[in-house]
């Protein structure tokens, strides 16, 4: 379906506002459904965010910093985030040893045990908006959506 149908538009768009009105309201499809996925696990998509950032680090804690610098929606209270999680018994929290003014967080065997249990229901999810793409078509949005993230300032 056109996005003019979408938004019942009844004027012409130009191509620009078609392209930034399709991204916004496909982005957010994608975020609604994956909301959907994560709400029986009572996680948001940036708590989810942070486990699998925690995760990545393999047993070496995080800092905020670094949760923060991998974050995919930047403008997150990783803090509240972080508290949140913590009261699900998923992450832990420490002074760092070397520099008081420093916390490490660390992701608990129940968070990776849940990201275990998340990790084919994810898989689900990307796999339902990309069935209808070519392996070429995916390179190609992939792609497109790098060359369009970069801006010229």
């Known amino acids: 379906m056109k996005i003019e149908e ?3 538009s009844n004027v012409s768009l130009d191509d620009a506002k078609r392209v930034i009105l399709n991204l916004m309201y496909t982005q957010n499809v994608v975020a609604e459904k994956f909301y959907e996925t994560l709400k029986p696990f009572e996680l948001s998509g940036e708590q989810y965010n942070v486990l ?5 680090q393999k047993g070496n804690p995080a800092n905020m910093c670094v949760i923060q610098e991998r ?28 520099n008081r003014r420093k916390m ?4 608990t065997e129940k968070g990776l045990d849940l990201l275990k249990e998340l990790d084919p229901i994810v898989v ?10 070519t392996s070429e078509e995916i390179q190609n949005l992939i792609q497109l959506l790098e060359k369009f993230r970069t801006i010229n300032n």
């Open 52 to 56: 699998r950032i925690l995760r990545g």
């Open 124 to 133: 689900e999810h990307e796999q339902l908006f990309t069935q209808n793409l």
């Open 6 to 8: 979408i938004i019942k």
């Open 71 to 98: 974050m995919i929606t930047k403008n997150s209270n990783t803090t509240r985030l972080i508290d949140k999680l913590l009261l699900k018994g998923l992450v832990t929290r420490n002074v760092c040893p070397e």
């Open 104 to 107: 490490e967080i660390f992701i």
